[in-house]
């Protein structure tokens, strides 16, 4: 108890100094207060010590949960969580030089990259903090070599989902667009530069993304056609977090454009009233809803557009999306919270029944909360 107020105590002061040193506008530092009050609670009730996991979660939720606590010490400057990552099932693996990652990663080459991007995170908080990030580095090194393996010419190119070859699907190409370009960014290593354009150049023609300008999950592989399934929100800015990074490597401004396709998109077809709604938070008939890997999906279109948003050096480009990243906030602490600051999968209304309570759901609001503490309007 004593130990939570303390935590506490030190984001407000730490909120207080970042208003008064003019870094941080009033409505920023209340989404970073929210913001820090979810993490906290996220790591009370749902993080076990003993198996550095989040109890109910799953491996690639939980990567990107731990990426998100280092997230947030980045933008606050604060340490609340300086010893989480080091003790994490994930963070231990990366720490041991001999872990099996192809034993570890299951085949799943998606899984694979969120845990990349979790390593990346942790190594730069260490790195900003004068900590040795070295090993979570040449871990994450490894695992991109094993992705990158994934590659073939089924469908014209593309990584697998996963190592039984039977799916090629947005979310995993869209990964590794983002973990080459910005593993170029990271390394100067031309063979990232080159799988981005490579990707790139794949995805833009694969048909994975329909009239609309929304990417559908995947391909039918017998017809190398898009399969017409959900239009997640989540696929719509990994692609532009990626695209941001491809950018930021090129120089070439057109990349931005088709990510603000996407990123419009998702605003103006998978919104109600403002606010992000994905498909399942609306309760069915049958009673079905957003599954644990469903209720995170809204978190990461924020946190990606976050990571689109701190490649892009033009103003008038950034602050196209501030007023959203408000209204997600807004959802967030009015529609979703509870006075315990769990929050709950549904952010569009007031719980009409469909929201869930989770790991997946808490870590989506915090990612909401922080990507509006870093570029809402302050
Ligand atoms: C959380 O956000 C609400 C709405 O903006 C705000 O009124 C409140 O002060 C914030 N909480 C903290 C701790 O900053
Ligand atoms: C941690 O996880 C283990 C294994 O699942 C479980 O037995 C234990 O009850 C959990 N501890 C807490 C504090 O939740
Ligand atoms: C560049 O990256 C590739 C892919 O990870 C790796 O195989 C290669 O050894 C790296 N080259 C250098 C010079 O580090
Ligand atoms: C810039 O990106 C656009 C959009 O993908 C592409 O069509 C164009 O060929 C690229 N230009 C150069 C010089 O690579
Ligand atoms: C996206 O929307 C913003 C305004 O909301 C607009 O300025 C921009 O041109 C749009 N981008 C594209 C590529 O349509």
């Known amino acids: ?58 491996l690639w939720t939980d990567a990107n949960s731990l990426e998100d606590l280092h997230n947030l010490m980045l933008v606050t400057g604060n340490d609340d969580y300086h010893n989480v990552a080091d003790s994490s099932y994930i963070g231990k693996a990366a720490l041991d030089p001999y872990t099996d990652w192809t034993k570890l990663l299951d085949g799943s080459n998606d899984d694979a990259q969120w845990i990349i991007l979790a390593l990346w995170k942790i190594a730069d908080y260490k790195t900003a903090r004068d900590r040795d990030g070295s090993a979570y580095i040449s871990s994450a090194a490894k695992i991109y070599d094993i992705v990158a393996s994934q590659w073939d010419d089924t469908c014209g190119g593309g990584v697998w989902w996963s190592t039984d070859h039977t799916y090629k699907n947005a979310i995993t190409n869209e990964l590794f667009l983002l973990t080459s370009a910005a593993g170029y960014l990271r390394t100067n290593n031309e063979t990232y530069l080159e799988n981005a354009e490579k990707e790139w150049t794949w995805l833009s023609s694969s048909g994975m993304r329909g009239s609309s300008g929304l990417f559908n999950d995947g391909l039918e592989l017998e017809s190398c056609q898009n399969n017409g399934q959900t239009t997640w929100t989540y696929n719509q800015a990994v692609v532009a977090s990626g695209l941001g990074a491809l950018y930021a490597a090129t120089r070439n401004t057109s990349l931005l454009d088709q990510a603000e396709v996407s990123l419009n998109a998702t605003i103006s ?86 929201s869930q309570w989770s790991p997946e759901a808490s870590t989506s609001g915090l990612e909401a909360l922080i990507s509006a503490g870093k570029y809402g309007p302050c």
């Open 1 to 58: 108890m004593a130990l939570i107020k303390l935590f506490r105590l030190s984001t407000f002061l730490a909120v207080i100094a970042a208003l008064h040193a003019g870094v941080v506008g009033r409505q920023c530092a209340r989404a970073l207060g929210n913001a820090t009050l979810v993490a906290n609670q996220l790591q009370l009730h749902y993080y076990n010590d003993s198996t550095g996991q989040y109890n109910n979660g799953e």
């Open 269 to 354: 077809s998978l919104t109600y009233n403002g606010i992000l709604r994905e498909s399942c938070d609306l309760v069915t008939s049958d009673g079905t809803t957003c599954d644990h890997d469903q209720q995170i999906f809204k978190g990461i279109w924020t946190k990606h557009v976050q990571y689109y948003l701190d490649n892009v050096d033009d103003t008038s480009r950034i602050t196209k999306y501030s007023d959203f990243l408000g209204y997600q906030h807004s959802g967030v602490v009015n529609y979703a919270m509870n006075p315990a600051y769990d929050v709950g999968s549904v952010w569009y209304a007031t719980n009409k029944g469909g």
